[in-house]
C-alpha cells in the first residue's frame, strides 16, 4: 500500500493524509472544493478545516477524483456519510479490482440505514476487501503525531493485518484488529448522537453525575442497538464504543458535543449548524438510529430524547426530565429482555 488515496479534504481526512505521508506512503488527498484545493497547494496547511497542521510533500492535493484513485493500492474514505454513495460511484471506473478501502466514515447512510461498509461494497462491488477504521481520534490530534489508538475491522483476516502494518505509526499511531465489522461502525456512528446529549448537559450546567450517566446508560444503549444489528457486546466496550464515546462525551474537539452545547444554552439547531465548518455527523445518524431502533425493537430513550430536542419538539431541560422521571428498572439488560 505505497500508493494512497484520501477521498475527502476536511479536517479528518487531511489528518489521515498527513499520518500516511508520514509513515512513508505516497498520499492523493482528493477534495471536492478546486478552491480548497489550490490554497492547500500553495499554503500547504489546511487552515479551513484543520489550522495549524503542515501538510507534508508526500501528500499531493487533488480536485480530480480520478487523478486521486487511478492507480492507488488503497482508497481512504473519509467524506460525510450523506455524500459517500455518490461520490463511490463516481469513483467506481478508476478503482482497481484489488484496491483495499479502508471506511474512516462515521455515520449510517439516511434512508437505507446501511453502515459505510455496506454502501461501499454495493458501489464498487462485494468482492474488494473493506475495512472500517474507527476509535478515539480526533483529526488535530493525529495531524500532530498525539499517541493514539483505534480499531480495524474487516472480515478478510489477511487485509485487516495488512491495514494495521501499514497504517501503524511507531509509538504515536496505534490499530487493534477485529472481525466485528457492524460493532465497530454501529459504535462510531451511535456515540456521535450520546456526544450531543453530553454538550446539552455541559450546556444546561448539570455537573459532572449527570455527564456520567449520560455516559454509561448512553453506552448501554449503542450496545443493545449494535447487538439487534449482530455485534458483539465487548466490541462495544473497546476502543470503537466506549473509547470513542469518552473521547467524544469529554473532549471539546467533539464537534457533536459542541452543538449539544449549544442546544443546552438555548441556541436553534439552524443557527448552530450554520455557523460550523464541519459536519456533526450525530444530528443525521439520530433519527437514523431512531428509525433501526424500531425495525428491531430496541428502545433508546437518550437518543429518543435528543430526536425530539433537535427537532424542535421538546426543550433540552425538558428533555434531561423526561429521561430522569422514566420509570425505574434493573440496571442490566438481561433482566429485563434486553429493553431500556
Known amino acids: 500500500m505505497n500508493d494512497v488515496a484520501v477521498l475527502g479534504a476536511g479536517a479528518w481526512g487531511t489528518a489521515l493524509a498527513i499520518h500516511l505521508a508520514r509513515v512513508g506512503k505516497r498520499t492523493h488527498l482528493w477534495g471536492r472544493d478546486a478552491a480548497l484545493v489550490d490554497r492547500l497547494r ?8 484543520l489550522p495549524g497542521a503542515p501538510i ?7 480536485a480530480s477524483l480520478e487523478e486521486a484513485v487511478d492507480g492507488a493500492e488503497a482508497i481512504v474514505l473519509a467524506v460525510p456519510s450523506h455524500g459517500a454513495r455518490a461520490l463511490l460511484r463516481r469513483a467506481a471506473p478508476a478503482v482497481g479490482p484489488a484496491t483495499t478501502v479502508v471506511s474512516a466514515t462515521k455515520g449510517f447512510e439516511t434512508g437505507t440505514l446501511n453502515r459505510m461498509s455496506e454502501v461501499i461494497e454495493q458501489e464498487l462491488g462485494p468482492v474488494r476487501p473493506v475495512v472500517v477504521l474507527s476509535g478515539p481520534s480526533f483529526a488535530a490530534e493525529v495531524a500532530r503525531a498525539a499517541p493514539t489508538a483505534v480499531s480495524v475491522a474487516g472480515r478478510c483476516g489477511d487485509v485487516v ?16 484488529a ?4 457492524v460493532g465497530v461502525e454501529v459504535g462510531g456512528a451511535a456515540k456521535n448522537v450520546i456526544a450531543i446529549a453530553a454538550g446539552v448537559v455541559d450546556g444546561l450546567g448539570l455537573g459532572p453525575n449527570a455527564l456520567a ?15 439487534a444489528l449482530g455485534a458483539r457486546r465487548e466490541t462495544l466496550a473497546g476502543l470503537s464504543g466506549l473509547g470513542d464515546l469518552v473521547l467524544t462525551c469529554t473532549g471539546g474537539l467533539s464537534r457533536n458535543w459542541r452543538v449539544g452545547r449549544e442546544l443546552g444554552r438555548g441556541r436553534p439547531l439552524d443557527e448552530i449548524l450554520a455557523g460550523m465548518q464541519s459536519v456533526a455527523e450525530g444530528v443525521r445518524t439520530t433519527a437514523a438510529a431512531l428509525e433501526l431502533g424500531s425495525r428491531h425493537g430496541v428502545d433508546l430513550p437518550i437518543t429518543a430524547q435528543m430526536g425530539a430536542v433537535l427537532a ?3 426543550e433540552a431541560r425538558a428533555a434531561v426530565e423526561e ?7 434493573p440496571e442490566s439488560d438481561r433482566a429485563r429482555g434486553g429493553r431500556s
Open 56 to 62: 507534508p510533500a508526500a501528500v499531493a492535493p487533488t
Open 42 to 49: 500553495r499554503d500547504r496547511v489546511n487552515a479551513t478545516y
Open 312 to 314: 424542535g419538539r421538546i
Open 213 to 227: 450517566a449520560v455516559i454509561t446508560r448512553g453506552l448501554a444503549e449503542m450496545s443493545r442497538l449494535a447487538c
Open 161 to 176: 493485518r495488512a491495514v494495521q502494518q501499514e497504517f501503524r505509526a511507531g509509538a504515536c499511531f496505534r490499530l487493534y
Open 178 to 181: 477485529s472481525d466485528d465489522v
Open 323 to 329: 429521561l430522569m422521571l422514566r420509570r425505574q428498572r
